[in-house]
């Protein structure tokens, strides 16, 4: 069984380091609907690789997480994307490999992903 | 339709998130001998009134307000009952809920139960101050998490969101279940 000592292990290493990762009011945040609607399309794998992504890019100033129902069921898995000063984009019927695009792109790289748009989508 | 236990059980016990609970039980308890699989969901959050609990399992209901449908307890219930098994919801206005589900293990209707890591690590990652204990046993041998014990290891300035920490739980759930699971599927 993989043991409690362990996670002291990670504790002490990581003294010091962790203060400076406050919320900053330049923090991006990227919200994942994971009401039943979401869940049953498949939000938690995009959820899971999102957070795995942002942390093995270590984007310090990237938050990823969730929220109820967005109201707009039909196009879940959704993730918006809240950029300080800009405005916010809407990502629909996403999947783990879209999400992972958008990290790269849009999080890394600045440049949103407007195919995966709401925007984009005929209503 | 959820096609994973496991998924029913994060809607249902975000339901505990919602209702401000400060630790909420999760219990999976698999019995072959028995032939049950057991999900209890038990919370000290906010409960509710006789006449919600008496609505909670007709789809039409939801204290939502973004739509008129609320689909997580009536899926989890028809879930269990389909398999034979049974849903039981006990709530008290201001002291909480408990959810108890029972899938029949052998019934062909039943799904499988899925990636209960996934769920957890979730659940312990993304519900804020809620403390979680969760319980996972296969007949004899079983493990339990308890976030109250990771948060006195880590102190108050460490979240569970670190990369490292994340990783840990994920690793932790993982190999525990894998132990208890002792090389069965279900």
Avoid: W
Avoid at chain 1, 62 to 83: D, N, R
């Amino acid at each position: 069984m993989k043991s409690l000592e362990e996670l002291k292990a990670i504790r002490e290493k990581m003294q010091g380091s962790v203060a400076l990762r406050n919320e900053d009011s330049d923090q991006t945040r990227v919200v994942v609907g994971m009401a039943t609607c979401g869940i049953a399309s498949g939000a938690r794998p995009v959820l899971n690789t999102l957070a795995e992504a942002v942390a093995e890019k270590k984007l310090d100033k990237v938050a990823v997480t969730q929220t109820g129902c967005i109201g707009l069921c039909q196009y879940e898995p959704i993730v918006e994307v809240y950029e300080p000063g800009k405005e916010k984009v809407t990502y629909v019927k996403m999947t783990p490999d879209k999400a992972l695009e958008v990290v790269n792109r849009h999080l890394n790289g600045g440049q949103p992903i407007k195919e995966y748009t709401l925007n984009s989508t005929t209503l | 339709m959820m096609p994973e236990i496991s998924l029913n059980i994060l809607d249902v016990a975000q339901n505990s998130v919602k209702a401000g609970a400060k630790l909420t039980r999760l219990e999976c308890l698999i019995d072959t001998k028995a032939d049950t699989l057991t999900v209890i969901i038990d919370d000290d959050g906010c409960g509710m009134t006789k006449e919600q609990v008496e609505a909670v399992t007709d789809p039409f209901f939801t204290t939502r307000t973004t739509r008129k449908v609320g689909l997580g307890v009536p899926f989890f219930k028809m879930a269990a009952e389909s398999t034979g098994g049974s849903f039981d919801i006990v709530s008290e206005k201001g002291k909480g809920t408990t959810v108890t589900c029972v899938f029949i293990l052998s019934s062909i209707d039943r799904m499988p139960l899925g990636d209960m890591v996934s769920t957890v690590h979730m659940l312990v990652t993304q519900s804020g101050d809620m403390d979680l204990v969760y319980r996972y046993k296969v007949d004899d041998a079983e493990f339990t998490l308890d976030t109250r014990e990771f948060k006195e290891i880590l102190g108050a300035d460490v979240s569970f969101n670190e990369p490292e920490v994340s990783q840990y739980i994920r690793d932790y759930l993982k190999e525990n279940t894998d132990e208890v699971n002792a090389g069965q599927e279900f």
